[in-house]
Nanobody, 125 residues
Framework: QPRLVESGGGLVQPGGSLRLSCAAS????????IGWFRQAPGKEREGVSC?????????SYADSVKDRFTISRDKAKNTANLQMNSLKPEDTAVYYC?????????????????WGQGTQVTVSS
């Protein structure tokens, strides 16, 4: 059974940074398209960033996080990371990682098969 565990969330002031990590067990993460999603209270889950499983490993970002967030993958550690800089209060949400065999475009949460439990990110002064 594939398993994903997110970590790295927390409370940060506006303008600060956090690095989320998604650890995979039971399967090689680099074989899958990986996505990061978030859900704020009262809102639908939205795509934040994703990275395709293809060899060129192209990435996509939501307009709201472009130039602030960076998705990466560490093959040796079997993890995926989301570096979040210049955080804003509107970035506050529970962040989830998820995987799917291959799907492009990859920011639609409905296309993903396996999900982690989520990690809370709160941006507040």
């Amino acid at each position: 059974q594939p398993r994903l565990v997110e970590s790295g969330g927390g409370l940060v002031q506006p303008g600060g940074s956090l690095r989320l990590s998604c650890a995979a067990s039971g399967f090689p993460l680099y074989h899958y398209t990986i996505g990061w999603f978030r859900q704020a209270p009262g809102k639908e889950r939205e795509g934040v960033s994703c990275r395709l499983s293809s060899s060129e490993a192209s990435t996509s970002y939501a307009d709201s996080v472009k130039d602030r967030f960076t998705i990466s993958r560490d093959k040796a550690k079997n993890t995926a990371n989301l570096q979040m800089n210049s955080l804003k209060p509107e970035d506050t949400a529970v962040y989830y990682c998820a995987v799917v065999g291959y799907f492009d475009p990859c920011l639609n949460p409905a296309e993903y098969d396996d999900w982690g439990q989520g990690t809370q990110v709160t941006v507040s002064s």
